[in-house]
Nanobody
Framework: QVQLVESGGGLVQAGGSLRLSCAASGSIFRINDMGWYRQATGKQRELVAAITSGGSTTYADFVKGRFTISRDNAQNTVYLQMNSLKPEDTAVYFC??????????????WGKGTLVTVSS
């Protein structure tokens, strides 16, 4: 079994910054892509940013130039640095990891989410 635990959410004023972390633990052989998604109240979950094991990144247009995704493969951790936050960034942010287990089974795992609230 694999667990993903997010941290770093909270309340911040517009224009401020937050850094989210997501640590994976458990029966991990290898982690392929890792990513951050978000879901605002009444809306569908959407991709924010993703990163491959080699460090290639993808960003949603609405965060380009403001958010940066990074990862520490040795620590099985992915980060999301969020700058110039806007009220519309308010959402629950979820971490996802494409994990190959010690039994060589490949599964997508999700964290439980961390709430980011941006006040105007």
């Amino acid at each position: 079994q694999v667990q993903l635990v997010e941290s770093g959410g909270g309340l911040v004023q517009a224009g401020g910054s937050l850094r989210l972390s997501c640590a994976a633990s458990g029966s991990i052989f290898r982690i392929n892509d890792m990513g951050w998604y978000r879901q605002a109240t009444g809306k569908q979950r959407e991709l924010v940013a993703a990163i491959t094991s080699g460090g290639s990144t993808t960003y949603a247009d609405f965060v380009k130039g403001r958010f940066t995704i990074s990862r520490d493969n040795a620590q099985n951790t992915v980060y999301l640095q969020m700058n110039s936050l806007k009220p519309e960034d308010t959402a629950v942010y979820f971490c996802k990891a494409d994990v190959v287990s010690l039994l060589l089974l490949r599964t997508d795992y999700w964290g439980k989410g961390t709430l980011v609230t941006v006040s105007s």
